[in-house]
């Protein structure tokens, strides 16, 4: 069995969870095992509703007092107990922060392979699972060695929500009672991870409007907040705009920042340095504005617009309002 472990807090959905779901059902479909979504914590039951519409086998819910509020040795003990149960194979996760928190300890504590921040499947003999190492420069296929289950973390915008094979009818929706040591719990929870007091995570945007080194200072990203006010977008930018303090680190976008995936991404003076792409290629529609036609950003874009941004920006959002 493949199992796909849902996030989610406070019965919201991460919408990473349906790419994973993507990522299973091509793995699926490679190695003709059923698929189940684990979905613990509070709040579970109002998930699996709406992830019952996926084509799957079953969702299971857990919920339990060890769960609520998160923290990796909770999140360890009850789903070490859940894959016990459910015997898989594979177990599948979005690459999110709270996955990286508690993900290497889980497979640590049942001494079975993980890889991850996975961009592709490549079918075989053997499965391997293909991710990018020196910040994006290479990728590698890697094949897990060992008994399962293995354990398998899919990059952000890796696969689209859109590709979600949905079921003639609701899957079947059952509850699992997991047996957790309250007592083994260490840490004392504090506030869910954010990078600044005012964070914002882009992976969950629909929209977003990134500025570049093509901005020139940091007075003209108003052209750029006035496009994503009238998109109903996020701003966000490439590493030299955060650096030097122009926007917030976490409107970072790239490899040592967010990792996006949009409906709509538009660069507007973005150069495309391979950092700043393996943090956004996964948009569904990428627009780029950009002076110059050489730039690398136009390689991936599907909409390109050579010129002044200062001029073409404006005239974009007096349409948009009209």
Same mark, same amino acid.
């Given at each position: 069995?493949?199992?796909?472990?849902?996030?989610?807090?406070?019965?919201?959905?991460?919408?990473?969870?349906?790419?994973?779901?993507?990522?299973?059902?091509?793995?699926?479909?490679?190695?003709?095992?059923?698929?189940?979504?684990?979905?613990?914590?509070?709040?579970?039951?109002?998930?699996?509703?709406?992830?019952?519409?996926?084509?799957?086998?079953?969702?299971?819910?857990?919920?339990?007092?060890?769960?609520?509020?998160?923290?990796?040795?909770?999140?360890?003990?009850?789903?070490?107990?859940?894959?016990?149960?459910?015997?898989?194979?594979?177990?599948?996760?979005?690459?999110?922060?709270?996955?990286?928190?508690?993900?290497?300890?889980?497979?640590?504590?049942?001494?079975?392979?993980?890889?991850?921040?996975?961009?592709?499947?490549?079918?075989?003999?053997?499965?391997?699972?293909?991710?990018?190492?020196?910040?994006?420069?290479?990728?590698?296929?890697?094949?897990?060695?060992?008994?399962?289950?293995?354990?398998?973390? @899919?990059? +952000?915008?890796?696969?689209?929500?859109?590709?979600?094979?949905?079921?003639?009818? *609701? &899957?079947? #929706?059952? /509850? =699992?009672?997991?047996?957790?040591?309250?007592?083994?719990?260490?840490?004392?929870?504090?506030?869910?991870?954010?990078?600044?007091?005012?964070?914002?995570?882009?992976?969950?945007?629909?929209?977003?409007?990134?500025?570049?080194?093509?901005?020139?200072?940091?007075?003209?990203?108003?052209?750029?907040?006035?496009?994503?006010?009238?998109?109903?977008?996020?701003?966000?930018?490439?590493?030299?705009?955060?650096?030097?303090?122009?926007?917030?680190?976490?409107?970072?976008?790239?490899?040592?920042?967010?990792?996006?995936?949009?409906?709509?991404?538009?660069?507007?003076?973005?150069?495309?340095?391979?950092?700043?792409?393996?943090?956004?290629?996964?948009?569904?529609?990428?627009?780029?504005?950009?002076?110059?036609?050489?730039?690398?950003? @136009?390689? +991936?874009?599907?909409?390109?617009?050579?010129?002044?941004?200062?001029?073409?920006? *404006? &005239?974009? #959002?007096? /349409? =948009?309002?009209?």
């Amino acid at each position: 069995m493949i199992l796909v472990v849902a996030e989610q807090r406070d019965g919201k959905l991460n919408r990473a969870t349906w790419e994973t779901i993507v990522g299973a059902q091509q793995l699926a479909s490679a190695s003709n095992v059923p698929i189940a979504v684990l979905v613990p914590g509070a709040g579970a039951g109002s998930v699996a509703n709406e992830l019952a519409a996926a084509q799957v086998k079953e969702i299971v819910t857990v919920e339990h007092a060890a769960l609520e509020p998160y923290t990796p040795d909770g999140y360890t003990a009850a789903l070490q107990d859940a894959i016990g149960q459910l015997s898989a194979t594979y177990v599948l996760l979005p690459h999110t922060y709270q996955t990286r928190d508690f993900a290497p300890k889980l497979a640590a504590r049942l001494d079975r392979a993980i890889i991850t921040d996975v961009t592709a499947i490549k079918p075989g003999s053997e499965t391997a699972f293909v991710r990018p190492m020196f910040q994006g420069k290479l990728t590698a296929d890697v094949v897990p060695l060992g008994p399962g289950p293995h354990f398998v973390t @899919f990059q +952000i915008g890796a696969f689209r929500v859109d590709q979600v094979a949905k079921g003639a009818s *609701p &899957a079947a #929706v059952r /509850a =699992l009672d997991v047996n957790v040591d309250a007592s083994a719990i260490r840490q004392t929870p504090e506030a869910p991870f954010q990078q600044a007091k005012q964070a914002v995570d882009l992976s969950q945007a629909e929209r977003i409007v990134s500025v570049g080194r093509g901005i020139k200072e940091q007075t003209n990203i108003e052209v750029a907040k006035k496009l994503a006010e009238a998109l109903g977008a996020e701003i966000a930018a490439s590493r030299p705009i955060c650096d030097a303090g122009w926007l917030p680190m976490e409107r970072q976008v790239g490899s040592s920042g967010q990792t996006v995936a949009p409906k709509l991404y538009v660069a507007l003076g973005i150069s495309g340095a391979i950092q700043h792409l393996v943090g956004m290629k996964g948009a569904n529609t990428i627009v780029a504005i950009n002076k110059d036609p050489d730039a690398p950003i @136009f390689e +991936i874009a599907d909409y390109g617009i050579v010129g002044d941004l200062f001029e073409i920006v *404006p &005239a974009m #959002v007096a /349409a =948009l309002q009209k």
